[in-house]
């Protein structure tokens, strides 16, 4: 995560981790980033760059892009960027040679992302005092000398997931418990438990290669067990089971969560998952089998329930209003030893907190004591969704999956009208309007960084009915009420500018009344304006 070091009243050098692609070969180092803004621009440098070659370091230098146009997404600030540079030197004393400036006029193109710091956010140097994140999508194209684009990403919460997705949800890494058992990393069972009754609560998870076709070396599987004639669930969580009393419904027996804890597993790592965003879907595959088959409720269950990092317990024991959001799915019937892929969506409460943890708990059977011994439940490739597309779209035809569109009127991003939502909770929508080629584009970003999409809207520019102040293709009061908004503010907008006379005034309004008096059908080109369209 961000080491955030403040250099001047607006300028921070980020120090974190740093993944560069070479030949489709990872190699992770540390390295920091300043952002200095002026002036209502960025410059961006990433410094003292180096590229492995094996174990062979090749310096290159400081890559730096200057008067990047900041792009406000919700609470976060775009900065992305086209541009051709030279690498300096860089100011490393052990180094004699930087090979950045010997490679010339060099394309870099360069998505990054500002965003507040969140509290109890789950770092590596454990620095939680900074006030803003920053994740960073280098490329630099290095075609012509090298054949190939070196892809450079910034930021442990982009490389990793951290705070965004569920650690070690393929489960190919495992430790020790305290009892001397193995449990995956960030998950646990009973092996771990706490309560009077935990020394009891016997093994019900293991390591296995039972795999599907998506997998690499492992994957979870927990299993039910009898004892005393009273069948206990195989369950696992990301946060702690508790084994409080011999009654299977009681629940004193359930898996819970509270940041405030300090104890921590046999990996050295505390019974709670950090999760600072709101995702759409929680993902998994599946493999349900039943040891007997008897008259009892024949479903495996799976849940993730993110809360404001206060306790919290699943079943639960009373009422939580800590609760951001759930997703539960606990009609998960028997696979048969097949595979079977489940999605299941977040459902968002009306609690005003911010999501700060997620508990995700999978069990062998939907009600506590019900199945039998030895039903088992196999767990892999479990994920967090963020989607990154729009869901609405005020262009006729519009869907979702369809990318290109080309409208036979004007059109403006400032219309009130003109609306895009996207299909995710947390995506960031980035609009530009390039009023010369007569284009929208819209950019949908998942909240983690991992997706986009890009959508196009061509309209006419010609085509702008003068007087329409507020786009609705008529010319009516509402168009003066839209001027005077416009001259109250202050700002100049071409639109309400009627007259073309350069000012926005009563002169306007008196434009209107006369084209509403005419009939309101004259049509003028629309305004010149040319705003930047990063590429990509």
Not at 256 to 276: A, E, K
Not at 367 to 374: A, I, K, L, T, Y
Not at 380 to 396: K, M
């Amino acid at each position: 995560m961000v080491a955030a070091t403040s250099m001047a009243a607006h300028a921070t050098d980020y120090t974190d981790q740093l993944l560069v692609l070479v030949n489709g070969k990872g190699a992770m180092q540390q390295a920091t980033i300043s952002v200095n803004e002026h002036d209502g621009l960025y410059d961006l440098n990433l410094k003292n760059f180096v590229l492995m070659n094996g174990d062979q370091p090749m310096p290159v230098g400081n890559v730096e892009l200057k008067d990047i146009v900041p792009e406000p997404a919700g609470d976060a600030i775009f900065l992305r960027t086209n541009q051709y540079i030279i690498v300096t030197e860089g100011d490393l004393p052990d180094v004699l040679f930087w090979l950045g400036p010997a490679l010339g006029q060099l394309p870099v193109q360069v998505t990054a992302v500002l965003t507040p710091n969140r509290p109890n956010a789950q770092t590596t140097n454990n620095l939680n005092d900074q006030t803003t994140n920053l994740r960073a999508l280098i490329d630099l194209d290095l075609t012509d000398m090298l054949g190939q684009v070196i892809n450079v990403s910034f930021g442990e919460e982009l490389i990793s997931g951290t705070n965004y997705h569920i650690p070690n949800g393929g489960f190919e890494d495992w430790h020790t418990s305290t009892k001397g058992y193995e449990e995956p990393n960030a998950w646990h069972s009973f092996e771990s438990a706490s309560g009077t009754l935990a020394s009891l609560a016997g093994h019900h998870i293991e390591k296995t290669n039972r795999l599907n076709d998506q997998a690499t070396n492992f994957c979870a599987r927990i299993y039910a067990t009898s004892i005393f004639g009273i069948v206990a669930n195989g369950t696992m969580t990301t946060g702690r089971m508790n084994a409080g009393s011999i009654i299977a419904t009681d629940t004193s027996n359930h898996a819970f969560i509270d940041m405030s804890q300090t104890d921590l597993d046999g990996n050295g790592d505390p019974f709670y998952v950090t999760l600072n965003s709101r995702p759409d879907s929680l993902v998994l595959w599946v493999q349900f089998n039943r040891n007997t088959d008897t008259e009892d409720i024949a479903y495996a269950t799976v849940s993730a329930v993110i809360t404001d990092g206060t306790r919290y317990q699943e079943p639960e024991d009373k009422e939580y209003n800590n609760i951001v959001a759930r997703a539960v799915n606990n009609q998960i019937a028997p696979t048969n030893s097949q595979w079977r892929r489940i999605s299941v969506p977040f459902v968002y409460t009306d609690n005003k907190v911010e999501p700060r943890a997620i508990m995700v708990t999978v069990s062998t059977n939907a009600n506590p004591g019900q199945g039998s011994d030895g039903d088992e439940v196999l767990i892999d490739d479990l994920t967090l969704v963020y989607n990154s597309q729009l869901d609405v779209l005020s262009v006729d035809g519009f869907q979702p999956d369809v990318y290109d569109y080309s409208v036979d009127k004007h059109l403006s991003i400032d219309d009130a009208n003109f609306v895009c939502r996207p299909n995710g909770k947390a995506a960031y929508v980035l609009m530009t309007d390039n009023k010369e080629e007569g284009k929208i584009i819209i950019d949908v970003f998942a909240a983690d960084l991992r997706s986009r999409s890009t959508y196009t809207v061509s309209y006419n520019k010609e085509q702008q009915m003068k007087g329409d102040v507020n786009g609705d293709h008529v010319v009516d009061v509402a168009d003066i009420s839209a001027v005077i908004t416009s001259m109250v503010s202050g700002k100049y907008a071409p639109e309400a500018d009627v007259n073309n006379d350069g000012a926005i005034d009563v002169a306007d309004i008196s434009s209107i009344i006369s084209i509403m008096a005419a009939g309101g059908s004259e049509h003028v080109s629309a305004p010149s304006a040319s705003l930047p369209i990063p590429g990509y």
